[in-house]
Structures are given as C-alpha cells and as structure tokens.
C-alpha cells in the first residue's frame, strides 16, 4: 500500500501543534481562513440573534467566501469544506449519502439562510447536497446540540448563506473548471456556471445557473473506486442548480427578499460493481477486506433508475429593523424533495407473492415535502439595563413516505409529521459587557399522524395499526460569557438539542405482531444535552480557542446493519465527551498565516439496557480523533494554502462494530494566480496520492461488494471572473 509516512507526518504534525500551542497559550477558531475574519463581531445568522458571536456562549465558526472558494476548489463540495476545516467533523463518505458523518459524534442540520433541509422523518442523508457551493457566500457552523433553529441540530448547524447583489448597478461572475484524476479518459469532469445580479433604488435581483459533470473517480493505486450504486455517488454524475433571489427595499428598516433554489444531481449509471441481476451480466467484484482490495467498479450498465437527489426550495423574508425599537424576522418556506437509490435484488425486497425468492429487483424513492413559518423578534428590554429579549415561534408541517419505484409498494408509509414551538430568549451585559449571561427555553408541541400499513414480506407481512402520537418537550439553554481581560474570552454552557429518530426506519422495520403506532416506545423523541467549556485568546499575532463538551441522550439513536445489509435504527442511551483545540498565528512573513487544530472524541452507548454506558461507538455514529495543520498565503498576485489533515488511529475493539481504524494521513493544496481578467487556480486533493480506505468503510463491517477507498490524486483547473 502506497502511502507518504504517515507515522513522520503525524509526529511532525503534533510537534508544530506544540509549538503553536505553546505560544499562543490555548488555541483558535476552526475555520482556517486566508484572512482574518473577526468572528467575535460578526452576527451569526444561524444565532438567530443580532448579537455578535462574542456575547454568545457557543462554539462558533465562519467559513467566508474566500476560504470556501479554497476548500470548493480542492473537493468540490461544501460538506468536505466544513469536514476538512472543522476537526471535530467525521471524514466524508465521499459520495451522494452523508449517513454516518457526524458533528461531535451526532448528526448536524444542513440548512440554506436558516430552512432546514433535513428530512428527519425518513432520513435520506442528501441533506449536505441539496444547492451548488457556486451560490454560497458563508457558510456558518455552530458547534454541540441546540435548538437554536428546531429540529435536527443534535450535532451542530451548518448553515449555507447565499450570496447576494455586492453593490448598486450590474455585478456578477463565472466560473469554469476541469477536474481529472489518475485515469485522463473517463476520470474527467467539468464545470460552469455563471452568475448576474443588479441592484438600485429599492429593488434588485440575482440569478444564476450552475452545471458540474463529475467523472469517475479513482484511488492511489490507479482502480477506480466502486460506485455506491444504492445510496447514490457523486462520481459519474451531473449536477444542474438553479438559484433566484429577489429583494425590495419596502422603507428605511423594512426588506422583503425571496429565494428559489432548485438542485438535481443524477448518477449517470454507466458502472457498477457486482453482478446485480441477469439483466445486467457485469463482472463480480475483487474488493476483498481481508486482502486489503478496496471494491472497484466497471463498465456496465446500472438496472432500474440511476441514485439521483432533487430539491427545491422557496423562502419568502421580511425584516424590519426598527418595529418598535426592536428587529423583527419573519420567514415563510416551501421545500420538496426526492431522493431516488439504486436498485438491486436485495434480501429486503424479496416477496414470493409477487416473484419467485431472488429474482425480484426494485428500489425506493424517499419523498418529503415542508411548509414551514419562522419569526423572531428581538430588542432591549425596557427597564433592565443591558438585557436584550427575543421572543418567536417556529412552526412546519412535513410529510414524507418512501416508496418501492418498480413494484408501488410502500415501504414507508405516508407519515406526517406537525410542529409547533414558541422560544424566548435573554442575555443580559454586565459590567460595561466584560459579562454575559444568556439564557431561554423553547416549548416543542410534535404531532405525528401515521395510517395503518403493513410491513413488507422481509419483515413477515406485519399488521401495523396507525395512530396520532403527539410528543412535548421543553428545551433550556443557559450560559455565560466573561471576557476577565482584553482578548481573552471564557465561556460555559448548557443546551438541549431535539430531533426525532429516523421513524421511517423504525416502522418499516418492525417484525412482530400487535404493534400500535400509538403506544410504539422505539418513536419517541431524541433530547440531547450539551455542556460544554471553552477559551478563546486573541494577543498579538495569535488567535487561539480550546472546548471541552459532554453530550448525552437517555434514549438516543445507532445505525446498525441488518441481515439484509440495510441499517435499521436502535434507541439506546448515548454518552459523547471531546476535546477540541484550534490555534492559528500571523507570521513575520506578511500575508502568511499558519494554524493547526487537533480533536479527541469518544462516545459509548448502552447496549443491555440498564442505563449505563458500556460499549464504544464505532465509525458509523462516530468520527476518529483528528489533528490538522495548514499554511496559507495571500499576497497581491499569488495565493497559496497547503492543508494536512491526520486522522489517528483507533482500537475499536470494544465498540459496537470490531473493526479497527488504521487511520491515515492526507495533504491537499490550492494555488490562486491573480490575472488581467479573473484569476486562475488549481487544488489539488490527496497531494502525495495516499492510498486509503475511508472512514466509514473502514469501520463499519463493509460487505465486499462496500469496502470503498478514498479518492487519489485529483486535480482541478479553474477560472473564475468577477464584475
């Protein structure tokens, strides 16, 4: 196996880490940006506060245009930007499903200018895929469980902030790109797109279009990677997003923006891996775990619909700045969704009554629509000096089932699914702002309503009688802030994050006789907790941040495989602690910034029921530790970042699944030349061409036909213009 010493660059990597750590006495924010962005004074959207990020006792990273338009440029995805920048966030799967990557061991929510785009119903995981990166200004992450913005965020937000007219008259860009990895025939892929906005007077508008052909992909070693033919791939695909934003200046304090997003990512089907069925007669594969011989794939042509994801999504936003001396925010969103997986003969679709046992090939389509309305308003409170109230209510109304495309079965039935939840929220600046107390509760009132159905034959055909459960849960956040000198920031906290488990697998799961939907424990709601401790440092060429957090659900949520190779969902307690240290500094050297960031995690789970914790999680509900080190150069005409991402290894004996982590270290780099008309640049993923199997494969009892590697050498040429 071909790899660059993974042992010296690790040791080399926690030498720097010590050295940065010892100069700058604690560490930074993650998000490794080209130039300083002071996060402290930023207002964080995803907040849902006017507040800077500085009065706020949370974990809070910005990605800026510039440092996304680096990490987009090297991955081509916003989900691997925030995995490679954040220490703490699980490596990608590097395809269409995000199943198993996590924020601090749970499942983040993706979301565009606040909308969720989860489907937590029947969680399809095509969540981190759902708008083009071309289209995103930042990108901001709020770290550990919150019900900041309702329901999903047990791990954290990533909120997408979508980009907008910079100023009066005719502005906009474009971009193109070529992408190739070891294989110069089908390994190349491409991009365009182009964007126009305008603005004057009270009125503007922007309007875009993006197109990404993705080729195939190919590891270290030359093989082209298998393709995830079920869950969906992002190799071997087209991509093709629209984006609409138009705003009206209605007064001084009054802004009315509407925002249409439509995306649609569709694998081409042009390989698979094994031999499926008779209608497709493709070689078998030769991945081999025990040999060390990641899956492949070959030419062949893929039965049934080809994995695809679609989204669209419209907002309406109207904010007022001044009612009555307080700023209000209200929001009103229409998003649908289809996820389309691949198809196959799998145990899971067998039924004698429709084919003979081994011969009947389907697949589903997960399919989820919301409407949902979000208001908040915020102003200083009269009579309490220092304290700034924010009262609001978040409202959805979400429907999803998951069908069987060839057959019509319903495998999960329509479930619909209504939440109500009014908040209120305080933080009060003591002591000319050196303090900061924040504090609130939000009142979550779920109503789920399922119809009766019957499970499929796999399950045995079961009777399931529907019902109308309805779930309350209050939600507290607490915390403080105290800045005891200048530049330096202490801060603790506690929050409750909310989410229900994925119900779809819960019903279309159920095997016994007699089930009520009503009185079903297994549908009941995840409350999670988090505490977490944290320092920032801000002196002289450094900045420096360092968390300690604990998380914990009593009655949480695993994947595991079944016999049929399908995940289902267990409800077990859930114990997660970690660590989490960043530190970046500005060198002699001007416009050279160095930064390095390590994260510890370890999470367990209660697997005989007496609520106490007793075995590991494994690389399906968890990330591995991670240590981070990056060099990055801005000058007039040239730019330039080197980034090192380590993964350590990890005994995992004693967790759920026995597969032990390797680990393995990558190297990326992005150069940026400043020409007459645009600039040019080239990223280019897995620098030393490091073989490796990834995280999730590597982890999570991979069948054969599963054991994927991680991508090769890749390189991509762009240019991009803007006026």
Same mark, same amino acid.
């Given at each position: 196996?071909?790899?660059?010493?993974?042992?010296?660059?690790?040791?080399?990597?926690?030498?720097?880490?010590?050295?940065?750590?010892?100069?700058?006495?604690?560490?930074?924010?993650?998000?490794?940006?080209?130039?300083?962005?002071?996060?402290?004074?930023?207002?964080?959207?995803?907040?849902?506060?006017?507040?800077?990020?500085?009065?706020?006792?949370?974990?809070?990273?910005?990605?800026?245009?510039?440092?996304?338009?680096?990490?987009?440029?090297?991955?081509?995805?916003?989900?691997?930007?925030?995995?490679?920048?954040?220490?703490?966030?699980?490596?990608?799967?590097?395809?269409?499903?995000?199943?198993?990557?996590?924020?601090?061991?749970?499942?983040?929510?993706?979301?565009?200018?606040?909308?969720?785009?989860?489907?937590?119903?029947?969680?399809?995981?095509?969540?981190?895929?759902?708008?083009?990166?071309?289209?995103?200004?930042?990108?901001?992450?709020?770290?550990?469980?919150?019900?900041?913005?309702?329901?999903?965020?047990?791990?954290?937000?990533?909120?997408?902030?979508?980009?907008?007219?910079?100023?009066?008259?005719?502005?906009?860009?474009?971009?193109?790109?070529?992408?190739?990895?070891?294989?110069?025939?089908?390994?190349?892929?491409?991009?365009?797109?182009?964007?126009?906005?305008?603005?004057?007077?009270?009125?503007?508008?922007?309007?875009?279009?993006?197109?990404?052909?993705?080729?195939?992909?190919?590891?270290?070693?030359?093989?082209?990677?298998?393709?995830?033919?079920?869950?969906?791939?992002?190799?071997?695909?087209?991509?093709?997003?629209?984006?609409?934003?138009?705003?009206?200046?209605?007064?001084?304090?009054?802004?009315?923006?509407?925002?249409?997003?439509?995306?649609?990512?569709?694998?081409?089907?042009?390989?698979?891996?094994?031999?499926?069925?008779?209608?497709?007669?493709?070689?078998?594969?030769?991945?081999?775990?025990?040999?060390?011989?990641?899956?492949?794939?070959?030419?062949?042509?893929?039965?049934?619909?080809?994995?695809?994801?679609?989204?669209?999504?419209?907002?309406?936003?109207?904010?007022?700045?001044?009612?009555?001396?307080?700023?209000?925010?209200?929001?009103?969103?229409?998003?649908?969704?289809?996820?389309?997986?691949?198809?196959?003969?799998?145990?899971?679709?067998?039924?004698?009554?429709?084919?003979?046992?081994?011969?009947?090939?389907?697949?589903?389509?997960?399919?989820?629509?919301?409407?949902?309305?979000?208001?908040?308003?915020?102003?200083?409170?009269?009579?309490?000096?220092?304290?700034?109230?924010?009262?609001?209510?978040?409202?959805?109304?979400?429907?999803?089932?998951?069908?069987?495309?060839?057959?019509?079965?319903?495998?999960?039935?329509?479930?619909?699914?209504?939440?109500?939840?009014?908040?209120?929220?305080?933080?009060?600046?003591?002591?000319?702002?050196?303090?900061?107390?924040?504090?609130?509760?939000?009142?979550?009132?779920?109503?789920?309503?399922?119809?009766?159905?019957?499970?499929?034959?796999?399950?045995?055909?079961?009777?399931?009688?529907?019902?109308?459960?309805?779930?309350?849960?209050? =939600?507290?956040?607490?915390?403080?802030?105290?800045? &005891? !000198?200048? %530049? *330096?920031?202490?801060?603790?906290? @506690? #929050?409750?994050?909310?989410?229900?488990?994925?119900?779809?697998?819960?019903?279309?799961?159920?095997?016994?006789?007699?089930?009520?939907?009503?009185?079903?424990?297994?549908?009941?709601?995840?409350?999670?907790?988090?505490?977490?401790?944290?320092?920032?440092?801000?002196?002289?060429?450094?900045?420096?941040?360092?968390?300690?957090?604990?998380?914990?659900?009593?009655?949480?949520?695993?994947?595991?495989?079944?016999?049929?190779?399908?995940?289902?969902?267990?409800?077990?307690?859930?114990?997660?602690?970690? =660590?989490?240290?960043?530190?970046?500094?500005?060198? &002699? !050297?001007? %416009? *050279?910034?160095?930064?390095?960031? @390590? #994260?510890?995690?370890?999470?367990?789970?209660?697997?005989?029921?007496?609520?106490?914790?007793?075995?590991?999680?494994?690389?399906?509900?968890?990330?591995?530790?991670?240590?981070?080190?990056?060099?990055?150069?801005?000058?007039?005409?040239?730019?330039?970042?080197?980034?090192?991402?380590?993964?350590?290894?990890?005994?995992?004996?004693?967790?759920?699944?026995?597969?032990?982590?390797?680990?393995?270290?990558?190297?990326?780099?992005?150069?940026?030349?400043?020409?007459?008309?645009?600039?040019?640049?080239?990223?280019?993923?897995?620098?030393?061409?490091?073989?490796?199997?990834?995280?999730?494969?590597?982890?999570?009892?991979? #069948?054969?036909?599963?054991?994927?590697?991680?991508?090769?050498?890749?390189?991509?040429?762009?240019?991009?213009?803007?006026?």
């Amino acid at each position: 196996m071909r790899t660059i010493s993974a042992k010296g660059l690790r040791a080399a990597a926690l030498a720097g880490l010590s050295l940065l750590a010892l100069a700058a006495a604690t560490a930074v924010h993650a998000e490794d940006k080209a130039e300083a962005t002071d996060v402290d004074q930023l207002v964080v959207t995803a907040a849902r506060t006017i507040l800077p990020a500085s009065a706020l006792p949370l974990t809070v990273d910005v990605i800026d245009s510039e440092a996304l338009t680096q990490q987009v440029g090297v991955s081509g995805s916003i989900v691997d930007a925030v995995s490679t920048l954040s220490p703490s966030f699980s490596p990608t799967r590097q395809k269409l499903s995000g199943a198993g990557e996590t924020l601090r061991g749970r499942s983040p929510l993706y979301a565009i200018n606040g909308i969720p785009q989860s489907t937590p119903i029947r969680d399809g995981s095509r969540d981190g895929y759902t708008i083009d990166p071309f289209f995103i200004d930042r990108v901001e992450v709020i770290y550990g469980s919150n019900a900041l913005q309702g329901i999903g965020a047990t791990g954290g937000v990533v909120n997408q902030v979508t980009v907008g007219p910079p100023a009066d008259g005719v502005s906009g860009k474009v971009l193109t790109q070529v992408t190739a990895g070891h294989d110069l025939g089908d390994s190349v892929g491409g991009k365009v797109a182009g964007l126009v906005a305008w603005r004057g007077g009270a009125l503007d508008a922007t309007a875009g279009v993006a197109y990404d052909a993705r080729g195939a992909y190919y590891d270290a070693d030359g093989r082209r990677l298998g393709m995830d033919n079920t869950q969906g791939d992002v190799q071997d695909s087209k991509a093709l997003s629209f984006f609409t934003r138009l705003g009206w200046q209605l007064g001084d304090n009054t802004r009315l923006d509407v925002v249409a997003n439509r995306f649609e990512l569709k694998g081409d089907g042009d390989y698979v891996t094994t031999t499926i069925s008779a209608r497709n007669p493709a070689p078998a594969t030769n991945g081999n775990r025990v040999a060390h011989l990641p899956t492949t794939s070959f030419r062949g042509v893929q039965p049934g619909e080809p994995a695809a994801n679609r989204v669209e999504t419209v907002s309406a936003s109207l904010t007022n700045t001044d009612l009555l001396g307080g700023n209000l925010i209200a929001q009103l969103f229409f998003n649908r969704s289809r996820d389309t997986f691949g198809g196959d003969v799998n145990d899971t679709f067998q039924d004698v009554a429709i084919a003979p046992r081994g011969t009947l090939f389907d697949q589903s389509s997960n399919r989820s629509r919301k409407l949902g309305a979000r208001v908040s308003y915020e102003r200083a409170v009269p009579g309490i000096k220092g304290l700034t109230g924010t009262v609001g209510v978040d409202a959805i109304n979400d429907r999803t089932e998951q069908v069987l495309i060839e057959t019509g079965r319903a495998w999960v039935p329509p479930t619909k699914f209504h939440s109500v939840a009014p908040f209120v929220q305080g933080n009060l600046s003591l002591l000319d702002d050196k303090v900061h107390l924040a504090g609130g509760v939000r009142f979550e009132n779920v109503e789920l309503k399922v119809d009766d159905f019957t499970t499929l034959a796999f399950y045995g055909s079961r009777k399931v009688a529907g019902g109308n459960p309805d779930f309350k849960a209050t =939600l507290a956040n607490g915390g403080i802030v105290v800045e &005891p !000198v200048h %530049g *330096l920031r202490l801060y603790g906290s @506690y #929050a409750e994050g909310y989410t229900v488990p994925d119900v779809g697998r819960i019903l279309r799961g159920i095997n016994i006789d007699g089930v009520d939907v009503d009185s079903y424990l297994n549908i009941e709601p995840i409350v999670s907790n988090n505490r977490e401790l944290g320092a920032e440092l801000k002196r002289g060429p450094f900045d420096a941040s360092l968390s300690y957090f604990w998380s914990a659900s009593k009655l949480g949520q695993l994947l595991v495989k079944n016999s049929g190779g399908i995940f289902d969902v267990q409800r077990q307690r859930v114990e997660i602690e970690g =660590l989490e240290a960043n530190v970046k500094a500005r060198t &002699p !050297v001007p %416009g *050279l910034i160095v930064s390095a960031g @390590y #994260a510890h995690l370890k999470g367990r789970t209660d697997t005989n029921k007496d609520n106490q914790v007793d075995t590991d999680l494994d690389g399906a509900n968890i990330s591995p530790d991670r240590l981070n080190l990056a060099a990055d150069y801005q000058g007039e005409t040239w730019g330039l970042r080197v980034q090192i991402q380590s993964y350590i290894r990890r005994d995992m004996q004693d967790a759920l699944v026995k597969d032990d982590f390797t680990g393995y270290t990558l190297a990326d780099a992005f150069v940026r030349y400043k020409l007459p008309m645009g600039a040019l640049s080239l990223g280019v993923q897995n620098l030393f061409d490091s073989q490796y199997i990834s995280y999730n494969s590597d982890t999570t009892a991979p #069948a054969v036909d599963r054991y994927f590697a991680g991508r090769g050498r890749t390189a991509t040429l762009g240019w991009e213009a803007r006026f």
